[in-house]
């Protein structure tokens, strides 16, 4: 368990510096108004989280140590949007279109609410 707790919390750390450094310079080198750097983040984090989970299904492709840095914590650290469609990408394939919907649905939406009541939140305290 612990050692499974450390390759979580390395790989997260360095999912998480890959994360500032791709923003950084994307935003150095694009004068978009688009968050560009975050988009191209969670698009390229799906598709590792996607080639990852790809090579963990083969059965000897990937240690379960090895799943726990790369899909828990480096992805994890990277884009937690990655888990969020690798999720919904296995809801489709299980045919749960209601729960699909309901968990993109309400997780963009009641995200969105709870940016909103925390920016307002902390602007009163």
Request: proline fraction near 1%; include cysteine.
């Amino acid at each position: 368990m612990l050692k499974h707790i450390l390759l979580v919390g390395l790989g997260g750390g360095l999912g998480s510096v890959l994360r500032y450094l791709a923003q950084w310079f994307i935003s150095r080198n694009t004068q978009i108004l688009f968050p560009l750097g975050t988009f191209i983040v969670n698009v390229t984090g799906c598709f590792l989280i996607g080639l990852f989970y790809a090579f963990a299904s083969r059965g000897n492709m990937l240690s379960t140590e090895m799943r726990f840095f790369l899909i828990t914590g480096l992805c994890g650290g990277y884009t937690t949007f990655s888990s969020f469609s690798y999720e919904n990408l296995e809801l489709l394939k299980q045919s749960h279109y209601l729960q699909f919907a309901l968990y993109s649905g309400s997780s963009v939406l009641l995200g969105l609410v709870a940016a909103v009541g925390g920016m307002a939140f902390g602007r009163q305290i």
